[in-house]
């Protein structure tokens, strides 16, 4: 016979209303923001299917309105901007441009929905004819502070045109010093950061790059991106960024990067993010739709491992379907 000398951790999991009462943690609607990739466009029907990320679309501003308002009814409480502009130039102009895409997707979604917290990534490469983050230089190095200046602007101009948090995605040295300056500057001292702070040169990107159109057309991003085997590194790069001005620091990609979170959580008292990036997005996708995997579920499991591992924010693809999951 069993003596009763031992842990009977079943006791707690014998039925569904125990088992809600002592869960530990929990992914909430306002957790969650959602990435949009809007296109300047003439054909305001504009809707594409993105090929490698099944469910995402490049998106017309119309059909961006239309789709965050059908979002918003079911609890939609944040959004993350990507433009993709009609014309590129070597220095991304369009990036900084006050009718810039993203400033008017910014407008628009502002004046529809006021209460949506309307975040921007800041970044050139969607911008740059040679899908760069920042310029290049003549020999192909990839320049830093004439980078941050541009990046700077860009942020402004989101900021003037209505943006509630500022999301800067490049990993330049000193970004965030230089856009807390410029919003300070011009009057937007309680506009927030949320930085990029630590970001992996991660092949999860690949389906992005195909959404946004900013495939690199050569070289790569590993001089500003860190390197995934780095963890030490990824400390330092958040301290450096909240010194410099950052009010909530991102961990992406996220999941193969959990404990990255976790060190930056036992390490800092600011909000934590996580950006469940493209690749892990599009690898649930292909699995369920094979019907190997239980779609739902995995997604729950894997926003749910974010918040376990010390993230407060998830910014993740799955977002308008997890929403509509939570309204059944
Ligand atoms: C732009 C940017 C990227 C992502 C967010 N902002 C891609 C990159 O650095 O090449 C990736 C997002 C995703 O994969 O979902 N700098
Ligand atoms: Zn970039």
Known sequence: MLDSDFHRGRRLRMSPGVRAM????????????????????????FKKPIGSMPGQFQLSLSELEKQVGAAVKNGLASVLLFGIPKHKDEAGSQAYADE????????????????????????????????????????????????????????????????DMVAPSDMFDGRILAIRDTLDENGFAATPIMSYAVKYASAYYGPFREAAES???????????????????????????????????????????????????????????????????????????????????????TLTSFKRAGADIILSYHTEDVLRWMNK
């Open 100 to 163: 810039g895409i993203v400033q008017e997707a910014v407008r628009r979604l502002k004046d529809r929905f006021p209460e949506l917290v309307v975040i921007t990534d800041v970044c050139l490469c969607e911008y740059t004819s040679h899908g760069h983050c920042g310029i290049v230089h003549k020999g192909g190095e990839i320049l830093n502070d004439p980078s941050v200046d541009l990046i700077a602007r860009a942020a402004l101009s989101h900021v003037r045109a209505g943006a």
């Open 215 to 301: 495939t690199p057309k050569f070289g790569d991003r590993k001089t500003h991106q860190m390197d995934p085997a780095n963890s030490r590194e990824a400390l330092r790069e958040a301290a450096a960024d909240l010194d410099e001005g950052a009010d909530i620091l991102m961990v992406k990609p996220g999941l193969p990067y959990l404990d990255i979170i976790r060190q930056l959580r036992d390490t800092f008292e600011t909000p934590i993010a996580a950006y469940n990036v493209s690749g892990e997005y599009s690898m649930i996708k292909a699995a369920a739709a094979n019907g190997w995997i239980d779609e739902q579920r995995v997604v729950m499991e």
């Open 22 to 45: 002592v869960r530990e943690n929990h992914v909430r609607p306002e957790d969650l923001v959602m990435p949009y990739f809007v296109v300047e466009t003439d054909d305001s029907a």
